[in-house]
RNA sequence: UCCUCGCUAGCUCAACGGCAGAGCGGGCGGCUGUUAACCGCUAGGUUCGAGGUUCAAAUCCUCGGCGAGGAGCCA
């Protein structure tokens, strides 16, 4: 048997016997010719049999061969413009075939479109789609990138634990679950206290895993349970963490380009608008992002849209906001020094101006919106005891926190990004529900 | 939680008060360059559920269920 090959890199074996292992996307046949699609986990390619090169009971099976039946293919990979795939252009030309199992005759996706809950009720199945795969695969390579841009610049992945005690941030609702004797426990909605914790021990550190948000949330940009990677860096006002948004941004999408190009024009990805991501990103205060949500809530006609984009100053903005202000750049742009009563207890105030503090959101362009929420923290200790009392928090569970503020506090800041809504993103896709194999929704735990 | 929309064949949809239909997918047959091929034949229905109006309901009304889009909520 000639060598396995990965179909994604099939171009180097041009003229070469090649073997490849996979499953049948697709069938058309037309007489004395078979054309099989073929995807190997790597790519889909096209591979062809012609009546005369095989024996007659394989070819007849071939041509009734089941959509998913699984095979092992050899044959002479040859250029042809016409031959479909990805990443395409090329074709074998079949010269054995090994039916490993013929797949059952009610495969139920199709090809052709489908409605999103029956895509999501065969989501087992959808993810063998191209488009879904592209996606799936572009993800993972946005998780590659991001370690790898930490290695590079001395971070140190320092994981935060997902069972949590009572009211840690006070803000959202979160999914809880008996813990023994000790009462409840609830799933993490954020490791960025422990990582506070943790820069004090290793300077610059990130935590990567799942959050778990059980809030209603019914929208285009919400999961119940989503990815987050959380980064801390101890001596590190705003302006520095800005700076390092846009490398490490800058980063993923330079990477995705580099690694999943042919997976970005599957799915219809308009590269050169990826290409443009380089810093530096714009940076707007809350004020001036206020200012020109008004202007365009003046200008507005449409009574529907205007009423969407009514605003005024002290508001946290919200999607059709975030929309607005985006679509007028083609690069992430930042929002920073919101007002302190829309954000959390543990940012710091804005120098003389303790309406406003010390936090920064980057937008993503094409009407994404919010990707990563991040701000400088507070570091006295007196001042973050009156927020933990202002916001109604109990103390006795800050204890180990304001510890932190005590035992060489440092000017400090963080981030979270929000892993499926920057892969929807790069990828261009409505909904993040598609940038994550298996997601949960309010209405949806099954597969 | 609110607003709007939807639910008919495996899938995507049509029929909108008068015989339950099409395309795709499946099966059988044909075709040596298909790209969601094409051509012929064929199987496939508790029209989401319950109740009501009517000579007659997929269609109109009431209630319920499920889902979607948007808003709100949401480091």
Known sequence: MPPIIRVEEIAKYSGQEVTVQGWVYSRTDKGKLVFLVVRDG????????????????????????????????????????????????????VKEIKIVQTAAEDYPMALKEHGVDFALDNRHLWIRMPSQWAILRIRGTVIS??????????????????????????????????????????????????????????????????????????????????????????????????EIEEQFVTHIVKR????????????????????????????????????VIQELYEKETDPDKKELLKFEWGMDFGAPHEAALTNRYEKPVFVYGYP??????????????????????????????????????????????QRIHEHGLPEAAYKWYLDLRRYGSVPHSGFGMGLERTVAWICGIEHIREAIAFPRMIKRVYP
């Open 42 to 93: 790597s790519g889909f390619v096209q591979c062809v049999a012609f009546k005369g090169d095989l024996p007659e009971a394989l070819f007849d099976q071939l041509t009734r061969l089941p959509q998913e039946s699984s095979v092992i293919i050899s044959g002479a990979v040859r250029e042809d413009k016409r031959a479909p795939g990805i990443p395409g252009g090329y074709e074998i030309g």
């Open 145 to 242: 990138a991001i370690r790898e841009w930490f290695e590079l610049n001395g971070f140190i992945n320092m994981d935060t634990p997902i069972l949590t005690p009572a009211a840690v941030e006070g803000t959202s609702t979160l999914f809880e679950t008996e813990y023994f004797d000790e009462g409840k426990a609830y799933l993490s909605q954020s490791g960025q206290l422990y990582n506070e914790a943790n820069i004090m021990a290793f300077g610059k550190v990130y935590c990567f895993g799942p959050t778990f948000r059980a809030e209603k949330s019914k929208t285009r940009r919400h999961l119940t349970e989503f990815w987050m990677v959380e980064p801390e860096i101890a001596f590190c006002d705003l302006d520095g963490l800005m």
């Open 256 to 291: 995705v380009l580099r690694d999943r190009g042919p997976e970005l024009k599957s799915l219809g990805r308009d590269l050169a608008k990826l290409d443009k991501i380089e810093p530096p990103f714009p940076r707007i205060s809350y004020d001036e992002a206020a200012k």
């Open 340 to 385: 302190t009563q829309v954000k959390a207890f543990y940012m710091e105030p804005w120098p003389d101006r303790p309406e406003v503090c010390k936090s920064v959101d980057l937008l993503a362009p094409e009407g994404c919106g919010e990707i990563i929420g991040g701000s400088e923290r507070m570091s006295n200790p007196e001042l973050l005891l």
